[in-house]
């Protein structure tokens, strides 16, 4: 509720203001001749004296500011009576088949969009699925016969939880926006393009870019590109006024998303950016799309009474082999990627200048370039990448990290050290970034992944550095209400977890 006061305090104080300065503003509009006549007035006969034209000017720009900030404390009431998971039914893209933007079997993409209310009507909200990437035309196929890969499977109304919620309790700042869920089905990070249908000659669509560009487009299209004043009397209304109220209500969006639509997020972040009004307010927000690339110098040393590997490592950083055994696995799984579905052509082209195109899927490499305000959301003990990028299946053969790789809480002593030993090479990783004065991150000690479309995003529940929720920090960094670079202390220290 705080915070709703915060940002809706202008809206809530101005109208009563300006009542309360009518003879002010009167004496401005009026010329002294007539401020004298009227002042005489007053003694004599104060009931039957008639209202200038300004006055009644001042009188009608109170009313309507009174309406306004009405509609807002009542849409806001309305929006606080909705549940905790509003179910958003699913739309097909009206764009996608003639811009050709199809998903992995060539059936149409998708999004589920709930309407934005009150203060929030002006505000766009877009959350790009995620899900994993496809590195072969085997995998492809595969995934093309499931939700992420078909819209034939998708679900056909999907629950809006977390940053996405309609609830003020859940979602603080964002509830009354205009939310939009993008849904995940071309195993690339809506990076892929046709070209490379050919050069495999396969029957699948390598879309994920027209994807991106033709739901935006329809995005822009239904009113995220402006905004209008959802006032029948605004004619009535000084052109100086509309220009004030313009200032204290331009548009504000924000591309986030999760896992691949995390990384996707800062991909296309600068696309999203540029799409929009330059006066908008736009930011982008990052949730465990932070994939690291680099190799924890170990030590391989035989556990005796086990027969099994382990790594025992220090937190010195280089750009090769970042499993346990020394492999290159994601290095090598974003290569197949980028390769298979001409990825390259989505990248950052400053980096794909200076290395190998595929160095370029890792947010290291190239968030310095993104010229748009980026808010990092990551678990410093992140099981996905503990499970696929540390510790994958080919690194386990002896299923020594079996209980561990699943949950943290099984891991003994020496796995911690390696545990550790990865949150040092995430800490190295955004070192460059934690000097970016625009920027803001939130990077706890949870065994997590995907955390702000959950119950973590702002309950009662959720985990906290320095009792901030990751919607309160994202809050107070999106409006400026206060710089944010939050790093947690090494697990288990964060009981919030």
């Known amino acids: 509720m705080q915070s709703f006061l915060l940002q809706h305090e202008f809206h809530l104080k101005l109208p009563y203001t300006l009542i309360l300065s009518i003879p002010l503003l009167v004496d401005f509009f009026d010329s002294p001749e007539a401020y004298s006549s009227r002042e005489q007035s007053f003694p004599q006969n104060p009931q039957s004296r008639k209202w200038s034209k300004s006055e009644w ?156 560009e033709a739901i935006m487009d329809e995005l822009l299209s239904m009113g995220m590109s402006h905004a209008k004043h959802n006032l029948s009397f605004c004619l009535a209304i000084p052109l100086m006024f509309l220009f004030v109220l313009h200032i204290f209500d331009k548009l504000q969006a924000i591309l986030t998303g999760c896992s691949a639509g995390g990384l996707a997020t800062l991909i296309h972040c600068d696309y999203f950016r540029d799409n929009l009004p330059r006066d908008a307010a736009v930011k982008c927000v990052s949730d465990g799309g932070y994939f690291l690339n680099v190799y924890v110098n170990c030590l391989l040393s035989q556990v005796t009474n086990f027969s099994q590997h382990l790594c025992l490592c220090c937190s010195r950083v280089s750009l090769r082999k970042p499993d346990v055994l020394g492999n290159p696995t994601m290095e090598s799984f974003f290569h197949d990627v980028v390769t298979l579905q001409d990825v390259d052509k989505s990248l950052d082209q400053n980096c794909v200048a200076k290395m ?11 968030i310095k370039n993104i010229r748009t305000p980026v808010f990092l959301v990551n678990a410093a003990y ?116």
């Open 57 to 212: 000017l001042v009188a009608a720009i109170g009313i309507v500011l009174i309406v306004f900030s009405f509609s807002v404390s009542v849409d806001s009431t309305s929006d606080s009576s909705v549940g905790r998971s509003d179910l958003v039914k699913l739309t097909l893209s009206s764009k996608a088949k003639e811009r050709g933007a199809f998903c992995l079997d060539g059936s149409l993409p998708g999004y589920h969009f709930h309407n934005g209310s009150g203060s929030g009507s002006k505000s766009w909200l877009l959350f790009l699925e995620g899900g994993g990437w496809c590195d072969t035309i085997e995998s492809c196929s595969s995934r093309a016969m499931t939700s992420l890969g078909s819209s034939s499977f998708f679900e056909h109304k999907v629950a809006f939880q977390g940053v996405l919620s309609s609830d003020p309790s859940q979602n603080p700042d964002f509830f009354n926006w205009n939310r939009v869920l993008i849904r995940y089905c071309d195993g690339a990070s809506f990076a892929g393009h046709p070209e490379a249908e050919f050069k495999n000659e396969t029957r699948l669509f390598f879309r994920g870019q027209l994807i991106w």
């Open 356 to 366: 190998e195109p595929s160095k370029c899927m890792f947010p290291r490499e190239f």
């Open 382 to 497: 992140d099981y996905w990448q503990i499970q696929n990028v540390l510790v994958p299946d080919s690194a386990d053969i002896d299923e020594y990290w079996a209980m561990c790789r699943l949950n943290i809480q099984e891991c003994d002593a020496a796995q911690m050290k390696v545990l550790h030993g990865f949150r040092s090479s995430l800490m190295d990783a955004i070192g460059e970034f934690h000097e970016n004065k625009e920027g803001g991150m939130f990077i706890n000690s949870c065994n997590s992944h995907c955390q702000i479309r959950e119950s973590s995003w702002h309950s009662p529940t959720s985990p906290r550095i320095e009792n901030k929720t990751i919607a309160e920090s994202v809050g107070d960094w999106y409006f400026n209400r206060k710089p944010v670079k939050l790093i947690d202390c090494p697990y288990p220290c964060n009981t919030s977890c």
